[in-house]
């Protein structure tokens, strides 16, 4: 880590001490939640600079997920599309199927270091709130999970399996009924429980310290990835590729490639069903700067400032908002933004698991479908690398559905 | 003189604590607000608090999200707000009205347009939830453009500090959120109120309301003797949601409120006996 941060020199200095990455970020709450947000910063600084914290969480990360994942030449791949190599990097290999327990791992480790018993968190797709009640289940924590009632419906499930683990299943009724709304649920009872309450943010958005915070958990990606690169090809990528939801799989795997130049960084936005129109979750393609969930950045909403309700086939990227980091690396060039629609996801959902035998999740079938896209005409020197975030065992109902099919 | 500072200055001269309902505008329906504020003002309120409909309101809890949620589907936004301030000044010149709400749809507007166009309408001061003392520095300037004063929030688990700052930055008056949790939450400890109230008079020169939990005419009478405003919003919220058109809207407020009133002016006048005597 201190190599890459001398590397990086300017980027990586970011947010400045309010949670800023330039104009984005920052603590846009109620003064309800401040004091938590203090101390939960605090904390963090305190156990990320202590030894037996990173050696407990070095440990955790090797036995409990199963790190490091590894990095995959996907040869069929490759030659189908004809152009540079494409190598994924294996998240969907992880414990509970996906980059999440990154973050779950290291925030309840915090939880427990902070003294709270009990463990909030929000979920989309049923993978955060898999990867929370995961870790509770393990910490014996009191774990409740907020999830849309649309989501708990689409996601059965994974309400099943974070019921198995003990968790309470909330269904949030109101707006949208979606993750932005369990997002808005998770708050109200953080605010209202402060005293003995973690909320386990599931992505780097909402207000400081979690984009910091949660990036710094799923960095563990990109400096794996950045070494086992080296190792393995003998140089650094040429691009990176990873969906972005909220934007933690791809912040983790780009964050510690920020200060090499060379290195392309593409994030692929759920288009859902198409740019041009509003039923989409592409805040970075096609939104505007704004302030939402405690951070501005950009976000999805009508021209009288209400944010829209969104769209995609994956659950995971169905959110109208986007870390502020994200936002700041558009801005300042460093990243490019890209859309791909629900028919492309879902084409390269079944590309990839018949031409290499792996079942991407729906919301990494974004990311392959655009790591295809740039490997074509590429040389076969080149290597594209791409961020396999979840594996797609959640969603074969989904999948099931749409091709007209019941389970 | 900004109409907060005025009103204020009378009520102390006159030992009275302000009552501060709040309504959601647009809610129960888009043509209740306007005669509700007008009721609240006659039922014995001094400030009024409106709050601008929004999508996401995560400080809030059910009763003001689903009025919310209900003012925005009848298509009350910030312009149909700005445009019930200004029918409702017609005929008050007098009642300040602080806007509450939160920062998205007032960025879209653009702030420097919104500032202007609340200031035409008659508004004094604005609350916006989601921008505490430490992100307000660029909502500050042109709210000071136009004499509107900004409120802040101080928490229970606000410290030192911050309060500090915020005492520092503030206008017209701070707002003490009297529980941990959100709006028409029913968990005020009353027994904290006044030391609480203590904390913040020491670091302040502006009054204090107390707020968020605020449901009976006990509750209000017991914070009326610490705090300088006692604000009212689920509880009224959730008797307005109950009526079918305004004159029940107003019905209700009127019901609702005079009450409040008057134990809030009983507990006062029984404790100036107390001192006398
Ligand atoms: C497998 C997978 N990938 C990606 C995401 C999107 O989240 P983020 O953008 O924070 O990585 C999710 C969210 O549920 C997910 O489950």
Redesign the pocket.
Known sequence: MAETAEKTAIPTQLPDAGGHFGVFGGRFVSETLMAALEELEAAWRKYLADDAFVARLDSDLAHFVGRPSPLYLAENLTRKVGGAQIVLKREDLNHTG???INNTVGQALLAQAMGKQRVIAET??G??GVATATVAARLGMKCVVYMGSEDVRRQSVNVFRMKLLGAEVISVEAGSKTLKDALNEAMRDWVTNVDDTFYVLG??AGPHPYPAMVRDFNAVVGREARQQVQEEYGRLPNALVA????????IGLFHPFIGDDEVAMYGVEAAGHGLSGHEHAASLCAGRIGVLHGSRTYLLDDDAGQIIDTHSVSA??DYPGVGPEHAWLKDSGRAAYVGIDDEEALAAFHELTRSEGIMP?L??AHAVAYGMKLAAGRSKDEIVLVNL??RGDKDINTVAELEGMTL | MNRIDARFGDLRRRGRCALIPYVTAGYPGPDATVPVMHAAVEAGADLLEVGMPFSDVMADGPVIQEACARALEQGTGLQEVLAMVAEFRRSDAATPVVLMGYANPIERRGVARFCEEAAAAGVDGLLIVDVPADEAAEMRAELARHDLHQIFLVAPTTTDARLKRAAALAGGFLYYVSIKGVTGASTLDTASLAPAVERIRNAAGVPIAVGFGIRTPEHAATAAESADAVVIGSALVERLGKTDSPAAAVDAAREYLAPVREAMDNNASSKRDAVSA
Not at chain 1, 244 to 250: D, E, H, P
């Open positions: 996906a980059h999440k989309g797709a993978q955060h992505t780097v969906c972005v939801g909220g934007g933690s799989n791809a995971g990227l999740a919301e990494s975030s979840g």
